[in-house]
């Protein structure tokens, strides 16, 4: 698609890869965000071999590094002139490490998966608006399905990572915590966003085929589970594809603050009292989601853990409108 320009994150491998491969088929300008670069320049000759497409372009960013996230930004506005498309893509969740903080502080998984999407997502905002069609995709994980509980709740006291203030090292809660608190981001943002005409969805990623490589990282204990689950798995360009219709098809075109499954259908909001149903099903997702008053704090914790970053010359215009939302 001439001049019709997508940032995808973690675009070196898996879904990421394989959804910056059907855009650069599609003739779009790809940009691949990537923390490797070592493994983003082989998969950048990848695609461009297979799609033939030149306008596929690698650059650097850490997505748990503030610094490393406006740097990105500042390169990018150099280099192009819009945004059309932002897919945030890249998650972290590393099995069996330790307590580990990011180069601001912040636990690594929530750094990674909720604060730094956020961060690339309010310093490209004025980029987007200056596309005809400006679509924002999240990814979203059905490990939120713990939350169906009603006794479970995001624990805030896990965002700083320090033991001090409460805070309990699993890597498998700090993943769920951060999918869930990324969710109820995106709701937040379509919000806020939709003055300016961009659109903020998110696609609920069941699970996808692993790599060898991947499978290699599991302790010996967990890869025969993932082994077993790869049986079951669709491959990467399955879920590459759902990126692509979602982003670009007229059909969602206009709908914003969605949740969607791997069949492409909007999601609803699940009742207070689910049933297996609700549960091992992909139409609805836990009420939680829906709890206003901690999207509010998730978004303000967001902005106020970025806020230094935020007051660079070219984001003035947006920080001075800007105002936080009076948490309940």
Same mark, same amino acid.
């Given at each position: 698609?001439?001049?019709?320009?997508?940032?995808?994150?973690?675009?070196?491998?898996?879904?990421? +890869?394989?959804?910056?491969?059907?855009?650069?088929?599609?003739?779009?300008?790809?940009?691949?965000? *990537?923390?490797?670069?070592?493994?983003?320049?082989?998969?950048?000759?990848?695609?461009?071999?297979?799609?033939?497409?030149?306008?596929?372009?690698?650059?650097?960013?850490?997505?748990?590094?503030?610094?490393?996230?406006?740097?990105? *930004?500042?390169?990018?506005?150099?280099?192009?002139?819009?945004?059309?498309?932002?897919?945030?893509?890249?998650?972290?969740?590393?099995?069996?490490?330790?307590?580990?903080?990011?180069?601001?502080?912040?636990?690594?998984?929530?750094?990674?998966?909720?604060?730094?999407?956020?961060?690339?997502?309010?310093?490209?905002?004025?980029?987007?608006?200056?596309?005809?069609?400006?679509?924002?995709?999240?990814?979203?994980?059905?490990?939120?399905?713990?939350?169906?509980?009603?006794?479970?709740?995001?624990?805030?006291?896990?965002?700083?990572?320090?033991?001090?203030?409460?805070?309990?090292?699993?890597?498998?809660?700090?993943?769920?915590?951060?999918?869930?608190?990324?969710?109820?981001?995106?709701? +937040?943002?379509?919000?806020?966003? +939709?003055?300016?005409?961009?659109?903020?969805?998110?696609?609920?990623?069941?699970?996808?085929?692993?790599?060898?490589?991947?499978?290699?990282?599991?302790?010996?204990?967990?890869?025969?589970?993932?082994?077993?689950?790869?049986?079951?798995?669709?491959?990467?360009?399955?879920?590459?594809?759902?990126?692509?219709?979602?982003?670009?098809?007229?059909?969602?075109?206009?709908?914003?603050?969605?949740?969607?499954?791997?069949?492409?259908?909007?999601?609803?909001?699940?009742?207070?009292?689910?049933?297996?149903?609700?549960?091992?099903?992909?139409?609805?997702?836990?009420?939680?989601?829906?709890?206003?008053?901690?999207?509010?704090?998730?978004?303000?914790? *967001?902005?106020?853990?970025?806020?230094?970053?935020?007051?660079?010359?070219?984001?003035?215009?947006?920080?001075?409108?800007? +105002?936080?939302?009076?948490?309940?």
């Amino acid at each position: 698609m001439k001049n019709k320009i997508v940032i995808i994150t973690g675009a070196n491998s898996g879904i990421g +890869k394989a959804a910056a491969q059907i855009f650069a088929y599609a003739g779009y300008t790809v940009v691949m965000a *990537c923390r490797n670069l070592e493994k983003g320049e082989k998969a950048l000759q990848e695609i461009v071999a297979a799609s033939n497409n030149k306008a596929v372009h690698l650059m650097q960013v850490d997505m748990s590094s503030f610094a490393s996230i406006s740097q990105f *930004c500042i390169a990018y506005k150099e280099r192009f002139d819009k945004l059309d498309i932002l897919i945030n893509n890249a998650g972290y969740f590393n099995h069996g490490e330790g307590r580990r903080l990011s180069p601001d502080g912040i636990e690594i998984t929530f750094a990674t998966n909720v604060v730094g999407p956020f961060l690339l997502t309010e310093l490209l905002k004025n980029e987007l608006k200056k596309s005809d069609d400006p679509r924002v995709l999240n990814a979203s994980s059905n490990i939120i399905k713990h939350f169906f509980s009603p006794k479970k709740k995001l624990d805030f006291d896990n965002v700083s990572g320090d033991p001090d203030a409460g805070y309990k090292h699993s890597v498998y809660a700090n993943y769920r915590d951060s999918k869930m608190a990324f969710l109820m981001l995106s709701f +937040k943002m379509a919000e806020e966003y +939709k003055e300016l005409g961009i659109t903020v969805n998110s696609l609920q990623i069941n699970g996808a085929r692993m790599s060898n490589e991947t499978l290699q990282k599991f302790a010996p204990r967990w890869r025969v589970i993932a082994i077993i689950q790869n049986l079951f798995f669709p491959p990467a360009e399955f879920m590459g594809n759902n990126y692509f219709e979602l982003c670009t098809s007229d059909d969602f075109a206009k709908k914003t603050g969605k949740q969607f499954n791997h069949k492409l259908k909007s999601m609803k909001k699940g009742p207070e009292n689910p049933n297996p149903t609700h549960i091992w099903g992909s139409q609805v997702y836990p009420v939680y989601a829906a709890n206003k008053p901690v999207q509010d704090r998730i978004w303000n914790l *967001c902005f106020d853990l970025t806020k230094n970053h935020l007051k660079s010359d070219t984001y003035s215009e947006n920080l001075q409108s800007h +105002k936080l939302v009076a948490c309940a």
